[in-house]
């Protein structure tokens, strides 16, 4: 931020939290609070970033009052111009900054913006093609059984996704969420011994299982994906390819995926949520093709209530702040900084899976430290370090307690943390752990979950963290009255 804009910033927030306090003075001590934390703490949350104040102010306000069900031009309630304003801009710069044929930016988050798409997935091949061989003109001329059948079609298609424990996510047809469960699913991995995608098995398990719906895309899988690879196999099967870029869509909006490694020439529908690396506020956007954009607009009233009109107008602002050419330098570093992160783990003889990076996150597996993800994620936050446990390939701690912790460096690179300072964030991940042993469990066993961090290790930590932090502080300038 120029000096003009930091007072500008630190006026109107102290200003804002003024006028908060002067209703539930809790809330705004919370939010100072909050403030204090996130700057005094180094944030390694590999989903997480610090969006702008400009991001930050626009959604705070009166778009926040304004119902908008519907598309552009074409609401369910009165007085919506302003809200078509933002909500084609917003659109406008998604296609833009994504080379997209068309954008749907209302999704409220990444667990919306999939089921937008899997209902537009199931509109667009199953009803369509239902209602035509029907020969109904409109859903209003089915008779009860027509339903039936129309419902057993909808219920019976079949999503082949990356599994949790191999990086995928929830949405990705996991059986205890409704992506697994709408659907009938199956999953596939990544290799026993390298942990990286095998194109052929995917290609193999595809061909076996025929789905309607092939996924790609992650959130916890350290590597690249040859998206081009991917849509061979799903035109071969027949498959819609949905490609959920939550993770990495900064990456994509800051060209360091390119070529075969951006989802969007490839996909016929990409998802993603627009406040991990892209920097955004919190939400998700839909791209399509123009053959599923018509299915994909029918996302609000089909899965989403009103549009959050504040959001759209900060997903804008975002969208906007990606297509400058700063960004490009920021989507770079942050996968440098994965790189310098990695190596810093290796050096130091910390296994990772798959052995490195190639994105903006890392995945480190703590069993040769003798320690659950629990605990380490517990003893690095008594060190001021915050991230988060994540299950390794077959891991024998299960989802709850895991073997691994998941690393990103999208948000210090925001703070313009970059290779030495990341390579000291490793040496202090590794001081930490190498000096936490497991506790034990109220009967005398060995505890997963509570853990025994050697004396003075968190002030050190804690002090050598401090060091990087006030080099590179957040929000340079803001300072709250
Ligand atoms: N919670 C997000 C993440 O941390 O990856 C995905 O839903």
């Known amino acids: 931020m120029t000096d003009d804009l930091s007072r500008l910033s630190s006026s109107a927030y102290s200003q804002a939290l003024e006028v908060i306090a002067s209703v539930e003075p809790r809330i705004a001590e919370a939010t100072r609070a909050e403030l204090a934390d996130q700057r005094a703490s180094l944030k390694l949350i590999a989903s997480e ?75 667009h091949r199953v009803e369509g093609p239902w209602l035509e061989k029907a020969q109904a003109k409109n859903v209003n001329e089915l008779t009860d059984a027509d339903w039936e059948e129309l419902r057993r079609e909808l219920g019976n298609q079949r999503l082949l996704g990356m599994s949790l424990d191999a990086g995928g996510h929830l949405t990705h047809g996991f059986r205890p969420n409704i992506s697994g469960k709408m659907f009938h699913q199956q999953q596939y991995g990544t290799d026993p011994e390298t942990g990286l995608l095998d194109y052929d098995k995917v290609a193999a398990k595809a061909r076996e299982f025929r789905p309607l719906v092939l996924v790609a895309g992650y959130s916890a899988y350290p590597r690249r994906v040859d998206f081009a690879k991917m849509r061979e196999i799903a035109d071969e099967v027949g498959a819609t390819l949905m490609v959920d870029m939550a993770h990495f869509a900064g990456l994509v909006a800051g060209k360091v995926f390119t070529g075969d490694e951006d989802p969007v020439p490839h996909a016929h529908i990409v998802t993603s949520t627009t406040h991990k690396s892209l920097r955004g506020p919190r939400g998700g956007i839909v791209l399509a093709t123009e053959e599923y954009a018509p299915s994909v607009d029918r996302g609000c009233p089909m899965v989403l209530g009103g549009p959050l009109s504040h959001v759209m107008a900060a997903k804008a602002v975002a969208f906007a702040e990606a297509r400058q050419d700063s960004f490009r330098g920021y989507a770079q570093q942050v996968a440098d900084n994965a790189k310098s992160l990695a190596e810093g783990f290796l050096t130091r003889g910390t296994d990772l899976v798959t052995g490195g990076t190639d994105n903006h996150l890392v995945l480190v597996d703590v069993s040769k430290y003798g320690l659950t993800g629990r605990q380490a994620e517990s003893a690095l936050l008594e060190a001021g370090v915050v991230t988060n446990r994540n ?30 300072e990341f390579d000291t964030v490793a040496d202090l991940i590794v001081d930490v752990l190498s000096n936490t042993q497991p506790g034990t469990t109220k009967a005398g066993g060995q505890s997963k979950a509570s853990f025994v961090l050697a004396d003075g290790v968190a002030d050190r930590v804690r002090a050598r963290s401090a060091e990087m932090l006030d080099k590179h502080p957040l929000y340079p300038g803001l300072e709250l009255s």
């Open 49 to 123: 970033n610090y969006a702008s104040p400009a991001v930050l102010m626009t959604m705070g306000t009166w778009f926040s009052d304004k119902y908008a069900e519907g598309t552009v031009g074409h609401r369910f309630y009165a007085g919506c111009q302003n809200v078509d304003t933002v909500e084609s801009i917003a659109a406008e710069h998604a296609r833009e900054l994504f080379g997209a044929e068309y954008a749907y930016v209302q999704p409220h988050s990444g667990i919306d913006a999939n089921l937008v798409a899997f209902w537009s997935i199931l509109a």
């Open 391 to 420: 299950s390794v390939p077959a891991d024998p701690n299960g989802a709850w307690y895991t073997s691994g912790i998941r690393l990103g460096t999208p948000a210090l690179t925001t703070r313009g943390f970059g290779h030495d």
